[in-house]
């Protein structure tokens, strides 16, 4: 039997959400080739106008009309979701997971032998259309499926693909959980300039900007990082000051022990 849909996500949350928006806007997939399930019926009317897709509660009908199925679902109800829609589960059928520290092995284990199985890391900036996801394949998936969900991934954002599945953890503690840290560096920066007297809100703007601002250079830069830095901190002037401040208090150190505790984390979470 033919799909009658390309797209369908088990758990329409605000990840699975955003993802929609995007497949929709950048004209990825028509909303008729989309659909989603939700655990209540409370909200679903509601639900279906706002990401304009067909939401139901059968998660086993959107697994048997689905080409692509997106596991949106919290990690702790992956494995019972996976086994509930595993007869309807296949060969010609794709499973994407994003549900959080659930490994292609463990995906794979609650599906059919040989299931084409992907797995994806992405992050909250992906509700603004500026995400950023990691994700690897499972034993089973091919080019064309990496190839494909790529595709689909930078509908919201960027995407990279990584070989070996225990730098997902890496992914999760640098993009995953890395908002947390720049709206950390961002706020800290604008506190600072509150206790020199600065309006707090003025202080945060120019802090945002700012890292908008760097963050957009730093991603179309034609030199190192290292020679854009030196290009604002130049010798003698007050920029250098501040970097010799961030040198003698060991940034370098504090980054990498903040992404090494966190994919430490990460780590755990998924065994």
């Not at 595709?151 to 954002?157: A, H």
């Not at 959980?177 to 706020?187: Q, T």
């Amino acid at each position: 039997m033919k799909n009658m849909y390309k797209i369908g996500f088990i758990g329409s949350g605000k990840m699975a959400g955003a993802i929609i928006k995007g497949l929709i806007k950048t004209s990825f997939a028509k909303p008729e080739e989309l659909i989603a399930t939700q655990a209540e019926t409370e909200g679903i009317d509601e639900k279906s106008r706002e990401l304009g897709i067909k939401i139901i509660l059968d998660n086993k009908e959107l697994a048997q009309n689905s080409e692509v199925i997106f596991i949106a679902t919290k990690p702790n109800q992956a494995a019972d979701v996976l086994e509930e829609i595993k007869p309807f589960i296949t060969s010609d059928k794709l499973i994407a997971s994003i549900a959080a520290g659930v490994t292609t092995e463990k995906l794979e284990s609650h599906l059919p032998e040989n299931t084409r199985v992907i797995r994806i890391m992405p992050n909250t900036p992906a509700l603004v259309g500026e995400g950023m996801s990691g994700m690897v394949g499972g034993k089973h998936a091919k080019k064309e499926d990496l190839d494909y969900i790529y595709k689909l991934l930078s509908t919201i954002g960027k995407c990279i693909v990584v070989d070996d599945e225990a730098q997902i953890d890496i992914v999760t503690a640098i993009s995953g959980s890395g908002p947390a840290f720049y709206y950390k560096v961002i706020n800290e920066i604008a506190r600072a300039g509150e206790k020199l007297g600065l309006d707090y809100e003025k202080a945060l703007l120019l802090s945002i900007q700012t890292a908008i601002g760097s963050a957009k250079m730093a991603l179309n830069r034609e030199i190192s990082m290292e020679e854009l830095i030196s290009n604002v901190a130049t010798k003698g002037g007050c920029t250098r000051v501040g970097v010799d401040c961030m040198d003698k208090y060991n940034t370098e150190k504090l980054f990498y022990d903040v992404i090494k505790s966190t994919t430490e984390k990460a780590c755990a979470l998924g065994k």
